[in-house]
């Protein structure tokens, strides 16, 4: 069946390091990828999306890549703060033709150590 | 700010009793989502609708139903609550076709004993 996201369960990181969370994607028809992060006790908050007919796309701090070849998806985190714990979710948006399904990884803990 | 409210934080029912759990959203979204959340398997998509008195199968639909009477309010129902579906769920709204951008409730946590 259809899937995204294949996690590395938890991600560790020092403080000012760049942090790099991966996600592996099956589904070619996906519009949009799309990282979410979730805190702890919150529902899940978008990060930044990437439109499947581009290959990078850059926000504050945070850089999403694309690599169609291989069906990966990756976003970078410049200078990691403590704020940054969280779960990291890829999901992928689906038109189904009557809609928009929004699926979702498994998600990746992103610890950060001071 | 767009807000997506749960009717319940935490709700606590007996096996076969009929679950409602409610959503709202104030900013007249067009799609609203139902999720649940376990340890390990992230978020699974149980129904979404993208319009009043519509809605598609997620990828774990069975087991539930939804309900869309009005645009802003979103209800997933356990007709016959089992122990497997305690759970994390969580609702979500965006604002229109093709909008990546789901806003979520702070989720209900459900225990089925």
């Known amino acids: 069946g259809e899937s995204v996201g294949l996690h590395l369960p938890t991600l560790s990181v020092q403080e000012g390091d760049n942090s790099i969370i991966n996600c592996a994607y099956s589904?070619?028809?996906?519009?949009?990828f799309i990282w979410y992060k979730q805190e702890s006790g919150k529902g899940p908050q978008f990060i930044i999306d990437?439109?499947?007919?581009?290959d990078k796309r850059q926000g504050q701090r945070v850089t999403v890549l694309l690599n169609k070849t291989v069906k990966h998806l990756s976003l970078q985190i410049a200078a990691t703060q403590p704020g940054d714990s969280a779960v990291y979710f890829c999901?992928?948006?689906?038109?189904?033709?009557?809609?928009?399904?929004?699926?979702f990884g498994t998600g990746t803990q992103l610890k950060v150590e001071l | 700010d767009v807000k997506v409210t749960q009717s319940s934080r935490y709700l606590v029912k007996r096996t076969g009793e009929k679950v409602f759990l409610e959503c709202v959203q104030d900013?007249?979204?067009?799609?609203m989502f139902w999720y649940r959340q376990d340890p390990g398997l992230g978020l699974r998509l149980i129904y979404f609708s993208y319009d009043v008195k519509m809605k598609e199968k997620g990828d774990i639909p069975e087991g539930y139903s939804v309900s869309r009477e009005k645009k802003e309010r979103f209800s997933l129902i356990l007709e016959s609550a089992s122990t497997n579906q305690t759970s994390m769920y969580l609702c979500?709204?965006?604002?229109?076709?093709?909008?990546?951008?789901?806003?979520f409730g702070q989720g209900t946590r459900l225990t089925v004993v």
């Open positions: 900013m007249d979204h067009e799609n």
């Open positions: 589904n070619s028809a996906s519009d949009y």
């Open positions: 979500a709204s965006s604002l229109e076709w093709g909008d990546t951008e789901a806003f």
């Open positions: 990437i439109r499947s007919n581009m």
């Open positions: 999901a992928e948006n689906i038109d189904t033709g009557g809609g928009n399904k929004l699926t």
